[in-house]
């Protein structure tokens, strides 16, 4: 089983197995080549998987802090495999793998052959300087540009921990009504929501 990004010909490649068949995604945009310094150098490369179905997009940033609008190209693999399962004991090849390992449908030699900034893995940022080895010529790069957001109403969760939301609203809720909407998205596929509600305090609740 495998999850990979390559690049070919100046364009972005996805390719992943979960046990069956191989599916494999290309992305539109070429890739182009500019000096690291400037914001327009850098690219978001986004991947989502859920169940068989694989979707890959690829934003660039603009000079105004923010990534361009990018298309998503999906595909889907055999129904039979769905599972990929990351655990701690697995490795995580950043820029290339060695070729004792390489799946055969991965086609390129030198991986994304690119600079990369940051690896996120299902919100979790990946320490790109904690790894275990490292072979090539690969050095260090200078810190690329970061999209400015507000994400004061998003909150990430791990298992571990909860988080308080306080009203951003500047208008005055009313004293005896009160609403509040919340969308979830997980990765997990025995994911259990439920809900609680404060009784003693007569609130009441729809859900």
Not at 113 to 135: K, N, P
Not at 150 to 169: A, C, W
Not at 171 to 193: C, G, H, V, W
């Amino acid at each position: 089983k495998f999850i990979a990004l390559e690049m070919i010909n100046r364009k972005v490649y996805l390719l992943w197995n979960l046990g069956d068949d191989t599916g494999t995604l290309m992305h539109p945009t070429e890739i182009q080549t500019r000096d690291a310094k400037y914001d327009d150098a850098w690219y978001r490369v986004e991947v989502t998987r859920s169940l068989s179905v694989g979707s890959l997009s690829v934003s660039r940033m603009t000079n105004n802090g923010n990534f361009a609008t990018s298309t998503r190209v999906t595909a889907s693999t055999s129904l039979n495999s769905t599972r990929f399962v990351v655990s701690q004991n697995n490795r995580i090849y950043v820029g290339g793998v060695p070729d004792s390992l390489k799946p055969k449908a991965v086609l390129s030699a030198n991986g994304l052959s690119t600079v990369i900034h940051q690896v996120f893995i299902d919100y979790q940022q990946l320490g790109l300087w904690h790894f275990a080895s490292s072979e090539g010529a690969c050095d260090g790069a200078m810190l690329g540009p970061t999209e400015a957001s507000d994400s004061s109403i998003t909150r990430h969760f791990n298992g571990f921990g909860y988080s308080v939301v306080k009203s951003v609203s500047a208008r005055p809720y009313p004293k005896k009504i009160f609403s509040l909407q919340m969308t979830f998205k997980t990765f997990d596929e025995n994911a259990l929501l439920f809900l609680t509600v404060d009784d003693k305090n007569v609130r009441n609740s729809h859900y």
